[in-house]
């Protein structure tokens, strides 16, 4: 497909246990963004990466949270020792050139369920 | 202070008449302000994007922007049924351009 993918589309985990969240964006789009949304909440911005430029980290809600983008494509959000409220919906979209220049296009989700 | 507050609703207004949606933000700085659209259970899709003061028309959509105030309001004309859904405003940070902080968003609801 032509669109933003992300996988899983739902994660059910323990507390305690580490998940991995995979996103393909759109092919040539050289921004990548990963967004939180909670239940009923907007979107809580987690980290940007524009091409090879090191990433914008400042949204990453504590250190065991962290994301890679491998050859300027497919990039892997990694939530190390889950809690309960790391429960939300992870949203990764891509852009052609970064938000300030054009539209950002959103992937499904994967929503993330920490028991 | 959020960065980006919006009302979060629900606003009902009937089939036909104009929706207002509006949004405060703390940048001073921001430079680019877009409207979303998200659908229950759906991902967000941008409807509008405006950089300068004024008024930007699209259809049935006007974005609004005051710089000034640090405001950003959309209209919606003729709303329809299928308007109803949680309008979320976004703006840049002027400390990263390609970084854009959303707000909570407002629920609409248009009534038949």
């Known amino acids: 497909g032509a669109g933003v993918s992300q996988s899983p589309s739902n994660k059910v985990t323990e507390k305690g246990k580490d998940v991995e969240l995979r996103c393909d964006p759109i092919?040539?789009?050289?921004?990548l963004y990963w967004y939180r949304q909670s239940l009923g909440q907007g979107l809580e911005f987690l980290i940007y990466?524009?091409?090879?430029?090191?990433?914008?980290k400042s949204g990453l809600p504590s250190d065991r949270f962290s994301a890679e983008r491998t050859g300027g494509s497919v990039s892997t959000l990694t939530i190390q020792r889950t809690q309960q409220e790391d429960s939300a919906v992870y949203l990764c979209?891509?852009?052609?050139?970064?938000?300030?220049?054009?539209?950002?296009?959103f992937g499904e989700g994967s929503r993330l369920t920490v028991l | 202070q959020k960065e980006v507050e919006q009302n979060s609703g629900p606003l009902s207004v009937p089939e036909g008449a104009i929706a207002s949606l509006n949004c405060t933000y703390s940048d001073r700085g921001s430079q680019s302000f877009f409207w979303y659209r998200q659908y229950s259970g759906k991902s967000p899709e941008l409807i509008m994007f405006i950089y300068s003061n004024g008024d930007k028309e699209d259809g049935r959509f006007t974005a609004q922007l005051n710089k000034a105030s640090q405001y950003v309001s959309l209209l919606i004309r003729d709303s329809q049924p299928s308007d109803s859904a949680t309008y979320l405003c976004?703006?840049?940070?002027?400390?990263?351009?390609?970084?854009?902080?959303f707000g909570s968003g407002t629920r609409l609801s248009i009534r038949p």
């Open positions: 976004a703006v840049t940070k002027s400390s990263s351009a390609s970084k854009i902080i």
């Open positions: 979209a891509s852009s052609l050139r970064g938000a300030s220049a054009g539209e950002l296009f």
């Open positions: 990466f524009q091409g090879n430029s090191a990433p914008d």
């Open positions: 092919s040539g789009h050289t921004a």
